[in-house]
């Protein structure tokens, strides 16, 4: 039976009551293809709606990744101060989640870190994805955006052995090909770069270095449920802060805030609503990204927003060539592709894991896109990778919250921005997590 005839059954009043579905054929041709006809145009529906979430999501992303070659590159607006753009880009960040969670009260989280929790667990992270976000944007001042998107593409080697590390993955023969395909994809594109800047491209490795310890902290983050961060408004609510502190006190270090306000960008009024207003648009690229990132999800799987980061990434490539006139060599295209390969070769190895665990994919969910207007309701859930790296890190987990829940949790108690105590005991799980990277 296929999956539309199959729905068809049980949007009829007399499945419901029990009746055995394999009657239905006794109403008749008409009433099974009229219920599949209907069904056929809800399910045309969705899948417009996902294609729209995937291009609003494509959008924000390259917008994003354009706005900051754009910004700190010095052939164009040459904003010489990476570091403090996004720093403020994380308080931009804060505020719209802080809104939007006072807002909407059916997103706030049914738990809250505690202070010991939040320094030990939170903290940690939220260091490691500022300066990964820190150093991404400082090395485009140097190197291209389809240099540095290529660069980006080895976070996944760093995730795998920071993984080993924490013993988040068992070591594997098929995950040391992974290792070993996308480190020979690297290399080639490396080794052909036309315009190689060693200090843009050691700033982009460090970044990847410490993507993949921000994965696997992220995971460790969430190994305990009471936490709360379990959708990506609280998750920015509460990581951004720290992001921002530790760019904060960078940027001083670094930049110094007397070389930013003394500048040419802040030497009039005019000039400087200017600045602070290109600076907080980035910002604001920022948090819907990661808005439109969750909703796809929500609508599909995470193995469907894997596969649009791959596509997303190419195509950041090619547009940045277009706009920018970055020069791709066969050599860079060939080792794009390899390493795109290793990536791909990651994910399925991930999904055809996930498919022996849960036995049942069509019914567990997870990885087939049946129904994809059913929203995240997965409890099982894939680890995989994607490439998105401007992004806030958000977990989405099983028992954790999905759409049902954040339905259910309009009334909540007033002091949920406070840290404290939680009544609800420790919840550890072993199943497997669903990271979306930033």
């Given at each position: 039976m296929s999956p539309v005839t199959a729905q068809a059954y049980h949007d009829d009043p007399d499945v419901q009551d029990g009746t055995d579905p394999l009657s239905y054929a006794n109403k008749g041709p008409d009433a099974v293809s009229g219920a599949a006809l209907v069904k056929t145009s809800n399910l045309s529906r969705s899948y417009l709606i996902n294609l729209f979430w995937i291009l609003t999501w494509y959008m924000f992303a390259t917008c994003l990744s354009l706005y900051n070659k754009w910004m700190f590159s010095?052939?164009?607006?040459?904003?010489?101060?990476?570091?403090?753009?996004?720093?403020?880009?994380?308080?931009?960040?804060?505020?719209?989640?802080?809104?939007?969670?006072?807002?909407?009260?059916?997103?706030?989280?049914?738990?809250?870190?505690?202070?010991?929790?939040?320094?030990?667990?939170?903290?940690?992270?939220?260091?490691?994805?500022?300066?990964?976000?820190?150093?991404?944007?400082?090395?485009?001042?140097?190197?291209?955006?389809?240099?540095?998107?290529?660069?980006?593409?080895?976070?996944?080697?760093?995730?795998?052995?920071?993984?080993?590390?924490?013993?988040?993955?068992?070591?594997t023969w098929s995950l040391a090909l992974v290792i070993f395909i996308i480190s020979m994809g690297v290399l080639l594109m490396v080794m052909d770069e036309t315009e190689f800047v060693f200090a843009g491209f050691a700033e982009v490795m460090t970044a990847s270095m410490l993507?993949?310890?921000?994965?696997?902290?992220?995971?460790i983050l969430l190994e305990k449920e009471s936490l709360g961060i379990n959708n990506p408004v609280a998750s920015i609510f509460f990581?951004?802060?720290?992001?921002?502190?530790?760019?904060?006190?960078?940027?001083?270090?670094?930049?110094?805030y007397h070389n930013i306000f003394y500048s040419a960008f802040?030497?009039?009024?005019?000039?400087?609503?200017?600045?602070?207003?290109?600076?907080?648009?980035?910002?604001?690229?920022?948090?819907?990204?990661?808005?439109?990132?969750?909703?796809?999800?929500?609508?599909?799987?995470?193995?469907?927003?894997?596969?649009?980061?791959?596509?997303?990434?190419?195509?950041?490539?090619?547009?940045?060539?277009?706009?920018?006139?970055d020069i791709l060599t066969p050599v860079n295209i060939f080792g794009l592709c390899v390493a795109l390969c290793g990536i791909a070769l990651f994910n399925w190895l991930k999904v055809k894991a996930h498919v022996a665990k849960v036995g049942d994919v069509g019914r567990e969910g997870g990885v087939a896109i049946v129904e994809p207007d059913a929203g995240y309701r997965r409890r099982k859930s894939l680890h995989v990778y994607s490439l998105v790296a401007e992004s806030t890190p958000m977990l989405l987990l099983n028992n954790g919250m999905?759409?049902?829940?954040?339905?259910?949790?309009?009334?909540?108690?007033?002091?949920?921005f406070e840290l404290g105590s939680n009544e609800h005991e420790d919840d550890d799980t072993s199943h497997l997590r669903i990271v979306s990277p930033a």
């Open positions: 010095s052939d164009h607006y040459n904003f010489q101060f990476p570091l403090f753009v996004t720093s403020t880009h994380m308080v931009v960040q804060f505020t719209l989640s802080g809104l939007t969670l006072c807002l909407i009260p059916r997103w706030r989280p049914k738990r809250r870190p505690k202070l010991r929790d939040y320094l030990t667990k939170i903290v940690p992270c939220g260091l490691a994805t500022g300066l990964d976000i820190g150093l991404s944007n400082l090395s485009l001042k140097t190197i291209s955006l389809s240099f540095y998107t290529m660069c980006k593409s080895s976070t996944l080697i760093f995730v795998l052995l920071f993984a080993f590390f924490f013993r988040l993955e068992r070591p993507g993949g310890l921000r994965w696997s902290l992220t995971q990581i951004s802060p720290i992001m921002g502190t530790v760019l904060v006190f960078t940027s001083a270090i670094v930049e110094g802040y030497h009039t009024v005019g000039e400087a609503f200017h600045t602070s207003a290109i600076i907080l648009l980035g910002g604001c690229l920022a948090f819907f990204m990661v808005m439109s990132e969750f909703f796809l999800i929500q609508r599909t799987s995470v193995v469907t927003l894997s596969v649009c980061g791959i596509f997303k990434e190419v195509a950041t490539i090619f547009v940045s060539s277009m706009i920018f006139g999905t759409v049902d829940d954040m339905d259910e949790t309009d009334e909540e108690d007033d002091d949920m």
